[in-house]
T-cell receptor
Framework: DGGITQSPKYLFRKEGQNVTLSCEQN?????MYWYRQDPGQGLRLIYY???????QKGDIAEGYSVSREKKESFPLTVTSAQKNPTAFYLC???????????FGDGTRLSIL | AQTVTQSQPEMSVQEAETVTLSCTYD???????LFWYKQPPSRQMILVIR??????QNATENRFSVNFQKAAKSFSLKISDSQLGDTAMYFC?????????????FGEGTQLTVNP
């Protein structure tokens, strides 16, 4: 079945540590996205990529980094510069930027 | 910049009844798409319905329908014959019509509870 796989489901970060969240899709979608969701709130865009080897900052990119070396993969690194990383992170993909997005099941990141 | 506003943080409805969730948006674009997504307690985001701005006919998907008022920039979601499984957070979202550089802008969400 085609879909989006996020891993791990739960992740813990120590002070000063960088952690990487994985997002893989086999839908052959060009566009991929990372969102952050805080409790009781909507989704805020961190980064998005519309084609391999290209990506743009979203609304809250500070403290995060991404890469898009393969069409299928769009990993997100939460760096030590992100002082409040505890949140639920969702990855999504779409055929094109204006088409419906398909979402993964999310990764919950917490601070140790 | 586009904004999406959902003015009802929480709503409740009795099973089998009808409920309407409100959404307004602000844009200077003429070509765009609007979506409703559902996020149940599992936290998975599920597309409920989609509306193209150039289509005057309101979109419907089984028990879900929208009332799209382009001039008023309003995009409400009507759920008929509400079921317990409809309990979820509902998000309204907007994207420009261009394929390049387009991204979704989400509202803050409405938590809907269906009571037995």
């Amino acid at each position: 079945d085609g879909g989006i796989t996020q891993s791990p489901k739960y992740l813990f970060r120590k002070e000063g540590q960088n952690v990487t969240l994985s997002c893989e899709q086999n839908l052959n979608h060009d566009a991929m996205y990372w969102y952050r969701q805080d409790p009781g709130q909507g989704l805020r865009l961190i980064y998005y990529s519309q084609i391999v080897n290209d990506f743009q900052k979203g609304d809250i990119a500070e403290g995060y980094s991404v890469s898009r070396e393969k069409k299928e993969s769009f990993p997100l690194t939460v760096t030590s510069a992100q002082k409040n990383p505890t949140a639920f992170y969702l990855c999504a993909s779409s055929i094109e930027g204006n088409q419906p997005q398909h979402f993964g099941d999310g990764t919950r990141l917490s601070i140790l | 910049a586009q904004t999406v506003t959902q003015s009802q943080p929480e709503m409740s409805v009795q099973e089998a009844e009808t409920v309407t969730l409100s959404c307004t948006y602000d844009t200077s674009e003429n070509n765009y798409y609007l979506f409703w997504y559902k996020q149940p307690p599992s936290r998975q985001m599920i597309l409920v319905i989609r509306q193209e701005a150039y289509k005057q006919q309101n979109a419907t998907e089984n028990r879900f329908s929208v009332n799209f008022q382009k001039a008023a920039k309003s995009f409400s979601l009507k759920i008929s014959d509400s079921q317990l499984g409809d309990t979820a957070m509902y998000f309204c979202a907007f994207t420009r019509g261009e394929t390049s550089g387009s991204r979704l802008t989400f509202g803050e969400g409405t938590q809907l509870t269906v009571n037995p």
